[in-house]
């Protein structure tokens, strides 16, 4: 079965770019006929669940409105992976990151998240 897994620096300190790299094993990607989107969603403590952006399968991105301007998310299908930058990281930033795959319906299949705290 598919399983995505969080990799990356725990600790940042503000101003830095975060960047975290998502690897998805017992899988493609690209697979083709099944179509799949790469998520990137998080959650700062005592807040609910936030979507990040996605990439989808033919490396389409798509960031939420709210951090779009500081969001990249980019892919590398030969490694079965694609990564998360967020630049000019600021404390508000800290949360538990998790990469997450959907079709056409809500994210199916989740890693298990990776915490990423940043303080001066």
């Known amino acids: 079965q598919m399983q995505l897994q969080e990799s990356g620096p725990g600790l940042l300190k503000p101003s830095q770019t975060l960047s975290l790299t998502c690897t998805v094993s017992?899988?493609?990607?690209?697979?083709?006929?099944?179509?799949?989107?790469w998520n990137w969603i998080r959650q700062s403590p005592g807040k609910e669940l936030e979507w990040i952006g996605y990439?989808?399968?033919?490396?389409?991105?798509s960031y939420s409105p709210s951090l779009k301007s500081r969001t990249s998310i980019s892919r590398d299908t030969s490694k079965n992976q694609f990564t998360l930058q967020l630049t000019s990281v600021t404390p508000e930033d800290t949360a538990v990151y998790y990469c997450?795959?959907?079709?056409?319906?809500?994210?199916?299949?989740w890693g298990q998240g990776t915490q990423v705290t940043v303080s001066s």
């Open positions: 997450a795959r959907s079709d056409y319906d809500a994210p199916d299949c």
């Open positions: 017992g899988g493609s990607m690209t697979f083709n006929p099944v179509y799949y989107w």
């Open positions: 990439i989808d399968y033919d490396g389409k991105t």
